[in-house]
């Protein structure tokens, strides 16, 4: 009996993967989609759409759900999505910003507030955190592309604004204006980036308790469960051990 609830609790966190690989994939097909439709449908004449390949790319999307993303923005029938920016407070009063892609902003906003509620947070207004964040754009190299020399002196030369080289690779910070000129010298030099896009940073981190930090990766993991969230900031850092338990349960 033990060795088949093992089994069945195998196959169960097999098919949740496979069903956030599929929202994942939903959420990275929409952002190619939006991107190709504001743009020119090419990669490279639209940085927003390299940026979004990019990033397929790195989730081993297929190149057969990439195209179709891009062809589908072509089509008269396509969906109208419009990018929304949401913010709040989570337990502890830790801020979160929120990044959708909606066709509907009244279900989207509703349901937003709702797993704020469900979780002990609230919603608040546009502004009310963002300013305690950083909007910036970053390249991400492999530490085997360059030596944190060679990397450093080309991200200075490409008017970037700060480099942080470690084993996990190379991260170069841009402003959001200037993303994508140093990623294009970047890849001239070092190739094709692993990532290239804009974010928020928090400007300082808040630590939380090992309960709070809980209570704050089930909220995000709820909000991210939303097909329309695209991406989701914090300004709260944790115990290895809370977030090794929290990816186990």
């Excluded at 692993?194 to 981190?205: C, F, I």
């Excluded at 939380?208 to 097909?227: F, N, P, R, W």
């Amino acid at each position: 009996m033990a060795g088949h609830s093992q089994f069945k609790n195998i196959m169960h966190k097999k098919g949740r993967a496979d069903k956030a690989r599929s929202k994942l994939f939903s959420k990275l097909a929409r952002e190619i989609t939006v991107a190709a439709k504001l743009g020119l449908p090419d990669p490279q004449f639209n940085p927003r759409l390299r940026a979004a390949v990019l990033a397929a790319r790195a989730e081993n999307m297929p190149k057969d759900n990439i195209e179709r993303a891009i062809k589908k923005s072509q089509g008269s029938d396509s969906e109208n999505y419009d990018e929304i920016r949401y913010e709040g407070y989570g337990p502890g009063g830790v801020a979160i910003i929120i990044e959708a892609l909606t066709d509907n902003h009244n279900r989207t906003a509703g349901e937003v507030r709702a797993t704020f509620a469900r979780n002990g947070g609230n919603l608040a207004t546009t502004g009310a955190v963002s300013f305690m964040f950083d909007h910036i754009g970053v390249v991400e190299y492999d530490a085997k592309a360059a030596s944190a020399e060679a990397m450093l002196e080309a991200a200075i030369e490409s008017g970037a604004e700060d480099v942080t080289s470690n084993e996990d690779g190379h991260q170069i910070a841009t402003t959001p204006e200037t993303l994508r000129d140093v990623a294009k010298a970047l890849e001239v030099k070092f190739g094709e980036p692993r990532k290239a896009a804009l974010l928020w940073r928090p400007q300082n981190t808040v630590a939380v308790d090992d309960e709070t930090g809980e209570k704050l990766l089930k909220l995000i993991e709820a909000l991210d469960e939303s097909d329309e969230v695209q991406n989701v900031y914090a300004n709260f850092e944790m115990s290895d051990a809370v977030i090794q338990k929290m990816s186990v349960a």
